[in-house]
Structures are given as structure tokens and as C-alpha cells.
């Protein structure tokens, strides 16, 4: 399991209390001010990149709008068995969604017709849910997005349709490790460029590929924000990381090649090779030591 580092918010502890941080500093004169709002180059920096850094208020909204995300996928897990048709995914997701007085995301985003992705063996993302059944042995990505009193969090898993083969079970766990590879190098002062290189030597060390063309990215006030987040590329490079950044890493892993082709539908992209491909997705707040995922599950 990832341990996930908690960010402690303004209120919830005296001011004169010794910071939680472990400075030896009260917590007036430590992290007090840091909790509250970026510093003034962290803002400037966020400014000329286009990033929102986010404020305390919107941090809270996400993550409320995250625990929905992972209670979806929970309501969702014991759905994926043998003879689920996929349309009955989107049905589920979309009713309990709107139950909790959400939005699914999705849904007539750019024409996608449902409310929530759902991708079956060698469909790397963005699968539409339709009149395909899950079959055992299948590995089934399931990717949603609920907006909560305007606020979005973005979470999917890839689950086993029964009993997996050895491919089913390499390409699911080397994409699971590959989200917290990543996940583990995201601090103040790293950058982009260090989380998609985490992800590509352990993925490419395990003798898969990483899909170049889909990429992880800012949300939280919109579904799609600055940066985006490669899951490959060189350490030191690209975006620095700042506290208040909130984005998505969501590694797409390829049992063979990295290549990929968009069908017809405009939407569906699948291996070109017809390989297995897995994804696992956190939405993540980077703190002023390191992150908190919004949209926690384990690893």
C-alpha cells in the first residue's frame, strides 16, 4: 500500500500549537501561512505556466469531489464479473452519480456520448460503453470523473474479470506499480519531466511500453487544465513543481508496442499490435512536502 501524505489545513490546529511539520516551530510562525496560500514566486511562477494554483477552498471542494470518485469505482467493483455488459457500467456510475447530486463528467464532453469510460483488453482509454459483456479473463479499465458542486476529480482502476492469465495479470500490475512510481516523485522543487521518467524506466524495465499520445493533466475547477503530465521523459525537465498544483497522473501501459490507432467512433484508441493495455489514474495535490492524492485507493 502508498502511504499518502496528508497536507494539515488552517483551523483544525491552535496557532500556538508546535507545527505539525516537526520544525520545532509553532505552528503560527511555520507552516501556518503556507497552508493558506502559495508564496508569492510559487504564484508567479504558476502565472507565466497558466497553472491554477489552487486555494484552500477549491483544494477542499476536489477532494470532496474525489472521495465521490472512489466511492463510484467501490459501488462499481463487484459489477465486474463475467456477463456485465458494459452499458450497464455507464448506467450504474451515471444513476449514482446523479444520486449524490453530481455530474458526470464525461458525458457530452466533446460529443462523448456516456458518462463514464470503460476500456476492455487491448482499448488503451476512452472505450464507450455500449452492448459488449465482459468475458472471464478480461482486464476492464474503468475511468470516471464526477463534478461536485463545481469541482472535478478524476480516478480509474483496471479490474480482473475473473481469473487473469499471466499477461492479464503482468500488464495490470507493472501499470499499477507505474502509478506509484510516479506518484512517489511528486514534491516541490521536482518536475514534470522526473514523474514521467520514473514511469518509463520501471514500465520499459519490465520489458512494456508507455502510450505517448494521452497524457495526465491539471483539473480541479475545470476537466482539463494546465500542465499536462507525460508519462515518459527526461528528470530536471518540463514544469517545476510548486504547493497548490493539483493534476492527474494516469500512466496507459502497453504489454507490446507503444503505437495505438483511434477507431472510426473517433474516441476509442486500442494497441495497434492488438496487445493488452492497463491504467491506473489518482487526481494529486502537491503539498508543501510532498502530495496528497484526492482520489486515494491503494496501490
Known sequence: MLVVKKKVESGKISRNAPCPCGSGKKYKRCCLNKATSAPPEDTQYAKKNRIRI???????????????VIETLQMVAPHITPGTVTGTINTLVHDF???????????????????????INEVICHGIPGGRALEEGDI?????????????????QTFFVGEPDADARKIVDVSRQSLAEGMAVVKPGNTIGDIGSAIQSYAEGQGCSV????????VGVDFHEAPQVPHYGRPGTGVRLVPGMVFTIEPMINLGKKELVVLDDGWTAVTKDGS???QFEQTLLVTDTGYESLTPYPL
Not at 54 to 68: D, H, S, V
Not at 97 to 119: D, E, M, Q, W
Open 276 to 278: 493488452l493495455s492497463a
Open 97 to 119: 452519480t446523479v444520486s449524490r447530486n453530481a455530474v458526470p463528467a464525461p458525458l457530452n464532453y466533446r460529443g462523448f456520448p456516456k458518462s463514464v469510460c470503460v476500456s
Open 211 to 218: 502510450v505517448r499520445e494521452f497524457v495526465g493533466h491539471g
Open 140 to 156: 476492464v479499465n474503468v475511468d470516471v470523473t464526477s463534478i461536485l458542486d463545481g469541482y472535478y476529480a478524476d480516478a480509474s
Open 54 to 68: 489552487k486555494t484552500p477552498e477549491q483544494i477542499e471542494g476536489i477532494r470532496r469531489a474525489g472521495r465521490l
